[in-house]
Structure formats: C-alpha cells, structure tokens
C-alpha cells in the first residue's frame, strides 16, 4: 500500500513551459485535491475532484488544469508557467466522497521552480 | 479576510517545558477543524479532528481542544522529537481552509 505517490519530486521550467504533476493513490479514496505551499501562506486549494469525472476549482486555480479519469489518478496540468507558480506542491486524497469531511492523506509533494 | 489564524509564529521550547498553540477561525459553518504535523520537506501528517465545541482528543503528549472560536493544541512535556510545523485547517463547504502553521523547536 504506496498511499499517495506524486512525481517529479523536484522540477525546474522556464517561463512558458507547460508541464503536467503526477498523483496516484491505492486506497481507493474518492475525494482528491491539489493544493500549494508557499512561505507564511499555509496551503492553499487549487483543484479538487470528489470522483472520476468530477473536478472543481479551489481557491487559486488560475494557470491549473486538471482531470480525473480513474479514481486513482489526478494530475495537475500547468499550462504556460509562470514565476509565481514557484511553490511546492501537494496532492491529497480522502476516503469520504463528502468532501474533506474526512482526514486527507498528504503525497510527500513536488518542490517546482520557474525561472 | 483569513479565515485561520495560527499563533505565535514559532515556538522554541526546551525539553519537557509544556506550551499551547492557537488557531482562531472565523467561518460561520464550521464542520471540523482539523490538526496536521509536517516536518520539514514532507507532507502533512493528520492527527486530530474535532468537530464541535468542548470537543477534546488526545494522541500521546498532544491534546486538542476546540470552542466556538478558537482550538488550541496543547504539547506536554515535549521531547525533540515532537519539533515540527502543525497546521491547523477548517472544513467549510467541504473544503479545507489551512493556516500558515506554527513551527515547534523542542531542544534537549
């Protein structure tokens, strides 16, 4: 049981580039989320989806897309980088289908630069 | 307007000095407040949640506690290895609101 996988775990882009942020998890879990640490900010939501084909915005999803074809999988599309989307980034999943009602199981995060 | 407020900052503490840190919440619909632990390049650890007021729940040297305003996680007699950032995090509309943390240094 992996729990919650994400790669690359580090990655460098330059401005314009796009580039997708895996997530996977073997729990079954219906609820998954994306969300981004940024210094003296605490994480903040970018996208969150509460089962296969169901996906919704957060609080910053602006320059994010994402999917959710199977349960198991939710990735993170960024479509032309930008400097202020330097951060790391976390994906989370959660059993209850309510939402975050229910604890989240945290990935161990992609640390993302773009010069 | 923050919606989670954390307090103080950081904390450093020695060896078995008991402390308390703040989260203060302003969301009219609370349906949790969570705790998590992370240490440093890792992700959130879950370890309470609480869900109404008086509501109280312990895990080792941690205790949680929630009112209608605020939830406090008290640390009795830390041991270095309880030095992390904790992270507290309100549920409204099922999605999380999370505050920037306070970071804990238990020197031995």
């Known amino acids: 049981n992996a729990g919650v996988t994400q790669t690359p775990k580090f990655q460098v882009l330059k401005t314009g580039q796009s580039m997708t942020l895996q997530c996977a998890q073997d729990?079954?879990?219906?609820?998954m989320s994306w969300y981004r640490q940024d210094p003296g900010m605490g994480l903040r939501l970018i996208h969150y989806?509460?089962?296969?084909?169901?996906?919704d915005q957060g609080e910053v999803p602006n320059g994010y897309n994402v999917s959710r074809s199977t349960t198991e999988d939710f990735p993170l599309r960024l479509l032309s980088a930008a400097p202020s989307q330097t951060s790391v980034y976390f994906c989370?999943?959660?059993?209850?289908?309510?939402?975050?009602?229910?604890?989240?199981?945290f990935g161990p995060g992609t640390r993302l630069t773009v010069l | 307007e923050d919606q989670v407020t954390q307090s103080p900052e950081a904390l450093r503490l020695q060896e078995g000095e008991s402390s308390s840190l703040n989260c203060s919440y302003t969301v009219s619909g609370l349906r949790g407040l969570f705790w998590y632990r992370q240490d440093p390049g890792k992700g959130p650890e879950f370890l309470f949640t609480l869900y109404s007021a008086g509501e109280e729940k312990e895990k080792e040297r941690l205790k949680a506690t929630l009112t209608k305003k605020e939830s406090f996680l008290h640390i009795t007699a830390p041991k270095p290895e309880d030095s992390a950032t904790y992270l507290c995090a309100v549920l409204e509309d099922y999605k999380l609101s999370f505050g920037a943390g306070t970071t804990v240094t238990v020197r031995a």
């Open positions: 989806s509460v089962g296969a084909g169901i996906t």
């Open positions: 729990m079954n879990h219906e609820y």
């Open positions: 989370a999943s959660s059993y209850s289908s309510r939402g975050a009602y229910n604890e989240q199981f």
